[in-house]
C-alpha cells in the first residue's frame, strides 16, 4: 500500500506561481510512476506531468514550458512547480502512483484556482 498527501494549492492571480507537494509513505520502493493530474469542474481527469523511473519526465501539451515535476527521494516527495498560470489551469489536483503490476494510488486532491 502506498499513502499520498497532497499540499499547496491554492488560489492564484492569473501569471503567477504555486508549487504542489506529495508526499508519499507505505510500500513507495516499489513505485515506478509519479504523476500529477488535474480535474476541472465538468470535465474528465487528465494526467498533466509525470516522472518515470529511469526514464525523466513528461508533460501535457498545455502545460509544457510552465509547468515542471520534480523528484526528491531522501524526502518521498514529488513536487509540481506550476509557472505562468492560467484561468484554465483551474481544477483539483491529484497526485498519482503507480506500481507494478499495476496498482494505482491517488491522494486527495488540492484544489488550485487561477482567477483576477
Known amino acids: 500500500q502506498v499513502q499520498l498527501v497532497e499540499s499547496g494549492g491554492g488560489l492564484v492571480q492569473p501569471g503567477g506561481s504555486l508549487r504542489l507537494s506529495c508526499a508519499a509513505s507505505?510500500?513507495?520502493?516499489?513505485?515506478?510512476?509519479m504523476a500529477w493530474y488535474r480535474q476541472a469542474p465538468g470535465m474528465q481527469r487528465e494526467r498533466v506531468a509525470a516522472i518515470v523511473s529511469g526514464s525523466g519526465a513528461n508533460y501535457a501539451d498545455s502545460v509544457k514550458g510552465r509547468f515542471t515535476i520534480s523528484r526528491d527521494n531522501a524526502k518521498n516527495t514529488v513536487y509540481l512547480q506550476m509557472n505562468s498560470l492560467k484561468p484554465e489551469d483551474t481544477g483539483v489536483y491529484y497526485c498519482?502512483?503507480?506500481?507494478?503490476?499495476?496498482?494505482?494510488?491517488w491522494g486527495q486532491g488540492t484544489q488550485v484556482t487561477v482567477s483576477s
Open positions: 507505505g510500500s513507495i520502493n516499489s513505485i515506478n510512476v
Open positions: 498519482n502512483a503507480v506500481a507494478p503490476p499495476g496498482y494505482r494510488y
